[in-house]
Structure formats: C-alpha cells, structure tokens
C-alpha cells in the first residue's frame, strides 16, 4: 500500500492570520504578555533546536498574543510602546528562545520604515492589518551585491503596478510570514519595500538556511520572478535614509536585544549548571558551588550581564528621543549608544554561552541537553553585521566628531 | 558612600581623564584617522559609558554597586592600556582614598551571590 504524504496544515504559509490577535494596550501589558509568552517557549527550546522544528505553532501563539502590534502607533489602535519597552520585549524572548526573538526584527523594523514613509492610506491599512496578527518577514539582503547596502533586486513601475525581479539571502521570518518586504531598486538606485502577499505568483521562499546557529528562523533564500505588486503596496523605504530618521537605530537596537537575552538565557543555565557541578578534586572543597575561582567567574559574567542590560536601555532611551526629534543630532546619539549597546551585548552573549559549558564541566555537553545552543545562537547572530566596527563607530564620532552613516545596519 | 564606592568614582574619573589626555593627544597626529586607533578610542569610550550606566544603578543594591565598581575599575584599565597603546607612555592612576577588598575578592562575592544567594554584606560593594 503506498501513502500519499501527508502536510501538516498549520505549517502551511497562509497570506492571513488564522485568528485575530489580542491587541495590547500599553507598555505594561507587553512586558507581562512577553514574560508570560517568554515561558511557554522556554519549554521545548532545546527540542526545537535539536530537531531544526520549525516553530510555526510557536509564532501563531507569538503574534496572536499582541506582541508582533506593539509598536503600532497610538494613532492607528496601537499601544505604541517605547523602544525601551520593545527591546525588553525582544530580550525578554530571546533569553527563552533567540530565533522566536530574532524573528520579528524586520517585522519591526518594516513597521518603523511604514511609519516613516509610508503614505497615509498605506499606514491605515497595513497597520491594521498587523493588529489583526499579520507577520511581515523579510527578503532585503543579497548574497551577490558588494556590500550589505547595495541591491540587485529590480524594481519596475508599470502604471499602477510594480513588477520585482530578484534574489535574496537571510529572509529571516519570510518562511512563517503572512507579507513578505521586498526591497528593490528602481531606475535611479532609490530602494523601494514592496509588501508582498506571501501566497504572491512568482514568490518563492526556499527553506535553505543551514547555519548552525538560530536553527529554526528559517533564514534562507527568496526568489522573486516577475512578481506584481499594485504600486499602492509599495514603500519609499529610502526615503527614510535621505533625512535623519530613527530607522537604523531602530533595526539595530533590536539585534543588540537579542544577543542581550541569549546573554541572560546562557547565564540563567550557567547558574543552574554550576551549582549541580562537581567540586574539583585538588580544592578540598565539598561542593562545585563553593569553588572560589568558579563563583569569580560567575561574578565577571553577571557585572559586565548588568553593563550591557544598562547600556541597552540607554540605547532604547536614546532611540525613543530619535523617534521623537529626528534630527542630525539626535539620530547619530541614538545610532552610536545603539553601537555600543551591539558591542557589549555581543561580548557578553559569547562570553556567557562558552562559560555556560566551562563552569558546568563535561556532563554539560551531552547533547541531550543542548547547552551548545547558547553559544552556537549567540555566535550566528551576532554576525549580522561586523561588531568590530561598531567600535570604530564609536571612536570616529568622539575622536573625529564623524557621525555614522545612516543605513539600516547603523 | 563606602569605600568600595567611592574607589569606583575615583577610577571613573581616572578613566575619562586618561581619555581626555588621549583625545588631545591624538587630535595633534595623522593617526586620528586610522582604522584600529579610532576603534580603540571607540572601545575605551564604551567601558567609561558602561560604568557610567552602571553607576546610575549602583545605588540600588549591592550587587549592582559591585557591578559598577568592576565596571569602573575595567574603565580604568583599559584607558591606561589604550594611552600606553596609542600615546606610548602611562598616566599615573591615582591612589587609592582607602582600603576595599581586592576586586577579584569582589568578583568572586558577586559570582557567590548569584549563584548561591550569598548576603552581600555592606561596605563589600558599598551603596552610596
């Protein structure tokens, strides 16, 4: 007897929510939603990683729960939290699972450019839309262009229609997304978001993403062939580039949050791992948890846990007085304390994950525990974009008073 | 204000003094420009925010007094490290107003109180 194989239908791509989401009200109720959310993912992390098991239930659960909304404006049925709130938020997932925390980064960084550019009917709509629980994923960078800025990705207007031809790398979130963001350029280099049904005709996310680390984002490739979109789904996404907008900031602070909550994640085990460990033999000691240079140990990670935790909600801050006066000044603050918050949250989340398996011993590497997890997220996703010039951001507005360029990775 | 407390201010100032010498320093030489002596002045720049971050907090508990003042003491460290690097000489560091514990006794007392709930007594890290 031969089978036909069988497709799970929750784990089918659908161009809308199954269900509404509850809306959010306030900045409160978004960090209690996140923590609540935040233990139910906790729960099957290591399994989901172990197994590379997509976690199309878990974002259902995600985004039905408000939290994909929050930073919808006040103005259109929002709860319009800060990004004090928001990086909270992504950190407060991450530390329970970084891909479910890395997987609505663009989403919100797609709603900061809508917000900035788009034009009046487009923001009513699609707000609305995201209050319904639709998820935005992502098809932005190219494998092939010379840097992460440059597009090879067409976009044509015909009329009222746009038509894209393309091909992306890293669409984080395109596999599990109701509308994919394409960004194309026109004839003149603007680059443009295009916001794409996911069941679109010429749309194809291929599920190639391999990376060792944060597993189940999905974060492969996208094709676009010939796909039409009507130019009223369009976003002149580089608009928010040709002024001082909060943008960039806004899509780097949440990386920095996630690696912050991989951080806290790797240091919550690290405690539990530390205290069942054994004594070593030559420190006369009873117990692991008694070891003086193991308790230092812990001590470097939880001061330098506190720097980045500290830095990154004076990031936040700072983005928040971007968003509310986007000026020259205002947004090179926001983009250098949002560096430093990336250098920081970086270090820690490595240093934390490797010392996570030192201060547990040997036992802590069996794979049925999947500890390895921490250190194999913390490193993939802090290579986003190269922290080591993070630094140099830093240093070149103090010491040359250069600001940094505005692009989404600043 | 403890001991412990007020040798974390003092290490701060040490810090952001050194990086006012190196500014001024390096602003009279061609290298200002260069890729690896921005990024360092960029790397010192981060320690002295971050324990200034952690200064704002320092009076919450003793931990986060603790947290500051290692915080304050990297600062410190990593100033000389980039004067020495980047100027090729060294700034005295002030000396110390009193007696704390050493900082890796203090290290180890922060890692004992996470992780096995450890007191953390006053004057250890000192609130202010």
């Given at each position: 007897m031969s089978h036909s194989p069988t497709v799970d239908p929750s784990q089918q791509p659908r161009p809308a929510p199954r269900r509404p989401a509850h809306i959010i009200r306030s900045d409160a109720e978004a960090i209690e939603v996140a923590q609540r959310v935040a233990e139910d993912f906790a729960q099957e992390a290591a399994l989901r990683d172990r197994e590379r098991r997509l976690p199309w239930d878990e974002l259902e659960r995600f985004s039905e729960s408000g939290l994909w909304a929050i930073s919808v404006p006040k103005a259109y049925g929002g709860a319009g939290v800060s990004y004090v709130t928001l990086s909270e938020?992504?950190?407060?997932?991450?530390?329970?699972?970084?891909?479910?925390?890395?997987?609505?980064?663009?989403?919100?960084?797609?709603?900061?450019?809508?917000?900035?550019?788009g034009g009046e009917e487009q923001k009513q709509r699609y707000f609305a839309k995201v209050l319904q629980g639709y998820r935005f994923g992502n098809a932005f960078s190219e494998a092939r262009s010379q840097y992460v800025t440059t597009f090879q990705t067409q976009i044509?207007?015909?009329?009222?229609?746009?038509?894209?031809?393309?091909?992306?790398?890293?669409?984080?979130?395109?596999?599990f997304a109701h509308i994919v963001p394409v960004a194309g350029v026109d004839e003149v280099g603007h680059v443009h978001i295009a916001l794409v049904p996911r069941d679109a005709a010429g749309l194809t996310v291929i599920d190639s993403?391999?990376?060792?680390?944060?597993?189940?984002t999905a974060s492969?490739?996208?094709?676009?062939?010939?796909?039409?979109?009507?130019?009223?789904?369009?976003?002149?996404?580089?608009?928010a580039y040709d002024q001082p907008t909060s943008d960039g900031p806004i899509s780097q602070i949440i990386q920095a949050a996630v690696d912050t909550g991989i951080a806290r994640g790797a240091f919550a085990e690290t405690l539990r791992v530390a205290r069942q460990a054994r004594p070593w033999v030559d420190s006369g000691l009873q117990h692991g948890w008694q070891d003086p240079l193991g308790q230092a140990l812990v001590g470097e990670l939880a001061w330098r846990l506190q720097a980045a935790e500290a830095i990154l909600q004076r990031a936040a801050q700072a983005v928040d007085r971007a968003v509310a006066e986007p000026s020259e000044e205002r947004v090179a603050e926001a983009s250098v304390i949002v560096g430093q918050a990336k250098v920081l949250s970086t270090e820690i989340a490595l240093e934390a994950s490797s010392r996570l398996l030192e201060l547990g011993g040997t036992r802590s590497v069996s794979a049925s525990q999947g500890l390895d997890r921490f250190w194999r997220n913390a490193r993939t996703h802090t290579l986003h974009d190269p922290v080591r010039w993070k630094y140099h951001l830093v240093g070149n507005q103090l010491l040359n008073d250069i600001k940094p360029q505005r692009h989404s990775w600043n | 204000m403890s001991h412990s407390h007020s040798q974390g201010r003092s290490d701060l100032a040490h810090a952001r003094h050194v990086e006012a010498a190196l500014l001024d320093y390096l602003r009279g030489q061609s290298a200002r420009h260069e890729a690896l002596v921005v990024a360092a002045v960029g790397d010192l720049h981060i320690r002295i925010d971050a324990a200034d971050a952690l200064l704002e907090r320092a009076n919450t508990s003793q931990s986060t007094a603790?947290?500051?003042?290692?915080?304050?003491?990297?600062?410190?460290?990593?100033?000389?490290?980039?004067?020495?690097?980047?100027?090729?000489?060294?700034?005295?560091?002030?000396?110390?107003?009193?007696?704390?514990?050493?900082?890796?006794?203090?290290?180890?007392?922060?890692?004992?109180?996470?992780?096995?709930?450890?007191?953390?007594?006053?004057?250890?890290?000192?609130q202010g």
């Open positions: 938020v992504i950190a407060i997932i991450s530390a329970a699972d970084s891909s479910l925390g890395q997987l609505p980064q663009n989403h919100f960084g797609v709603l900061s450019n809508l917000g900035l550019t044509r207007f015909d009329g009222d229609t746009a038509v894209l031809d393309g091909e992306k790398a890293y669409c984080t979130g395109a596999l993403w391999d990376g060792f680390g944060q597993r189940i492969g490739q996208v094709r676009i062939d010939g796909v039409r979109v009507p130019a009223i789904d369009v976003v002149p996404a580089w608009k | 603790i947290a500051f003042r290692l915080a304050a003491a990297e600062a410190a460290r990593v100033a000389g490290h980039a004067y020495f690097e980047l100027a090729g000489r060294s700034l005295p560091r002030p000396l110390p107003d009193a007696a704390e514990p050493a900082l890796l006794t203090q290290r180890r007392l922060l890692g004992d109180h996470y992780l096995n709930g450890a007191a953390l007594a006053d004057g250890q890290g000192g």
